[in-house]
């Protein structure tokens, strides 16, 4: 007899299901892949509906349902949260509680609401419904599907129910917790603070103003007196990594904002950033500035994490554990011999981790012996897509294709194109698990064109020039392109590029603006290679992923390179393409020039005129 728990995750952003079976991940999806809402706070339905009918399971099949935080807990940190700064905070109280009331806080009820309305409910008695902490179900994520039988355990986030930062120890099954960082001190949500400062929205703008920090000059008067101020009024970092910050300057306790403006206009002498404002180079020193402050902050937690645990195998999860500059710094820094990332670090990946926590430390069962690789199947853990879906949906739209019986064909043809510099998606077997576009919902380019990076930001993706993109390489390739010391499967380190394929750049002065910095030929893989010299890989292992690997070796045969730009299947405030329907219209609204739906190629000349009602620049919706 089989073992099934369902893990979910709902009601703040980034909702999410997931379904083990007999302590193996059978699913994984997120519900804005269903909903087609980015980042879907709500509860998650479809997802779940997908999981049980994929599994031919229903609800009193299964041995537990667990959702990935204690709401109860999560309502006296709010309520005692508003007393300790009263009389602050009135406006947000008032605007809050009754959401808390009719909603939240009765989550159990409300729960069970929700998934009578996905399927009936068992007559003969409800599954057991359990509620493990916030960093709890992180920490499990991090943990329990990573190739470790023991390691050290770092979660940071914004915050959970009280913790914003945990550090633990896992061995076996079990977890054990060794320090929490309390509300309000929490790295994620001054993170989060410059997000909004800087002109990117929270809780998704995270990753841009990442990809902004390079831009600015680390060694430049501005940025260090912008570290200075932000170490010296806003946060108190320890040398263990803990920091405690100086609320008079952060909103974000009481208040319907992340920081007090005027407060942070008179000590950087910089006004807050209005979105789709210019980027003047204050901004670009300032998220400079704090990029540099995290990583500081980030190599300090491993450190402690590590001498805390005894152990120098280090997993982490929670949403800073995207930050995959500062991953790749630690990883470089010496202070672990061994780094795994849960690919769905943030709260998306709570839902994998409440399930792992429901058969692990509920259950009790032991964690199987692994053989040196991780549990998580390559991360490709959603939905699937045959082609008799592709030839349905073709005959539905009227849309020509050409299916090809040999895929080895269908790859050589593809990176002949490739190689023409045609821009490509690419849609493959089942989805992604997590913010990265790992080869099977991707949008795919030659990264040796100069102009590539510019014509996928501006005509494909409809997004910010300075956003960089990313590399999908051979993992038998990678070392001749990047300094990467060990595999990145998930796209989760940023690594230097090789030395012998960068090429000097004319030297700008520090008010250099953002137009003179960008679309540089800065290696012999310009489309992929950031103003630092620095890239996001992906190492594309045979293994995981045949499919991808055999397109990259045919244009390593094509053209020498083992390598491809990688950016997901989407444009700027959708979520990923799930099916044949969603690549289609991503497809035909935007640049692209072929669409490879499994064995079938779609080429845009061929395609019948899509309405120019549904054009991405006329109905682009905000990010």
Known sequence: MTTAILGISAFYHDSAAALLVDGRIRGAVQEERFSRRKHD?????????????????????????????????????????????????????????????????????????????????????????????????????????SPFPEAAILTMDGVGEWATTTIGHGRGQEITLLRELPFPHSLGLVYSAFTLYCGFKVNSGEYKLMGLAPYGRPDSERTRRFCRQIMDELIDLRPDGSLLLNMDYFDFATGLSMCQDERWRRLFDLQRRQPEGELAPAYMDLACAVQQVTEEAVLRLAATATRLAGCRRLVLGGGVALNCVANGRLLASGLVDRLWIQPAAGDAGGALGAAYAGWHIWQGAERPATAG???MAGSY????????????????????????????????KVAGELAAGKVVGWLQGRMEWGPRALGNRSILADPRQEGMQKKLNLKIKFREGFRPFAPAVLAEEAEKLFQLPEPSPYMLLVAPVAEAVRRPVPALGEEADLASRLYQQRSLIPAVTHVDYSAR???????????????????????????????????????????????????????????????????????????????????????
């Open 41 to 145: 706070p709500g509860f998650p339905a479809q997802a779940i509906r997908y999981l049980l009918d994929d599994s031919g399971l229903g609800l009193g099949d299964l041995a537990a349902i667990v959702f990935y935080e204690k709401p109860y807990l999560k309502f006296e940190r709010l309520l005692e949260t508003y007393h300790a700064f009263a009389p602050r905070g009135l406006a947000s109280f008032a605007a809050a509680m009754p959401v808390w009331v009719k909603e939240k806080l009765f989550a159990r009820h409300l729960l069970w609401q929700e998934l009578e309305a996905v399927a009936a409910l068992p007559a003969n008695g409800r599954p057991p419904l359990l509620f493990p902490e916030h960093h709890v179900s992180h920490a499990a994520a991090a943990f329990y599907p």
């Open 373 to 375: 690789g991780d549990a």
């Open 381 to 412: 853990l959603g939905p699937d897509s045959s082609n008799r879906d592709v030839a349905k949906c073709a005959a539905r739209l009227h849309a020509p294709y050409e299916e090809y019986a040999d895929f080895g064909e269908l790859c050589r």
């Open 537 to 623: 890989v992906q190492t594309v292992h045979r293994e995981t992923n045949p499919r991808f690997w055999q397109l990259i070796d045919a244009f390593r045969q094509e053209t020498g390179l083992g390598a491809l730009v990688n950016t997901s299947f989407n444009v700027r405030g959708e979520p990923m393409v799930m099916g044949p329907e969603d690549a289609y219209r991503c497809f035909m609204r935007t640049g692209m020039d072929l669409l490879v739906m499994n064995d079938c190629l779609f080429d845009k000349a061929d395609q019948p005129p899509w309405p120019e009602s549904d054009d991405w620049r006329r109905t682009l919706p905000p990010d």
